[in-house]
């Protein structure tokens, strides 16, 4: 396989690499957001809630309280690995486009 050439890493970099890094940026800014404001709602979400999901448009699962709490816990993990993550910052400074603001 031949090596790519230097337009074609620009290329990747471009389309790939930058906007790539920017969703992930993105990301983590939306779910750390969501993390700030799940308190109420993952108290609500305890043993003995009575919340069921009413959504009628034909989810292929209506979410329970416990799919509520796992995805508080999968956010958790998730806040935790790509800030502890070293190449993190290499991320963050490839982002061309300043953060967008999250509208919860």
């Given at each position: 396989?031949?090596?790519?050439?230097?337009?074609?890493?620009?290329?990747?970099?471009?389309?790939?690499?930058?906007?790539?890094?920017e969703?992930?940026?993105?990301?983590?800014i939306?779910?750390?957001?969501?993390?700030?404001?799940?308190?109420?709602v993952?108290?609500?979400?305890?043993?003995?809630?009575?919340?069921?999901?009413?959504?009628?448009?034909?989810?292929?699962?209506?979410?329970?309280?416990?799919?509520?709490?796992?995805?508080?816990?999968?956010?958790?993990?998730?806040?935790a690995?790509?800030?502890?993550?070293?190449?993190?910052?290499?991320?963050?400074?490839?982002?061309?486009?300043?953060?967008?603001?999250?509208?919860?």
């Amino acid at each position: 396989m031949p090596i790519a050439t230097d337009q074609q890493v620009q290329q990747y970099v471009n389309e790939r690499v930058r906007p790539r890094c920017e969703q992930v940026r993105a990301l983590l800014i939306a779910i750390k957001d969501d993390k700030a404001s799940i308190d109420d709602v993952y108290a609500a979400t305890g043993e003995g809630s009575m919340w069921t999901d009413v959504r009628n448009d034909g989810p292929p699962h209506l979410l329970v309280p416990s799919d509520v709490r796992a995805y508080n816990a999968f956010i958790s993990g998730l806040i935790a690995y790509m800030e502890a993550s070293p190449d993190y910052p290499i991320v963050a400074k490839a982002c061309v486009r300043p953060a967008a603001i999250v509208q919860g």
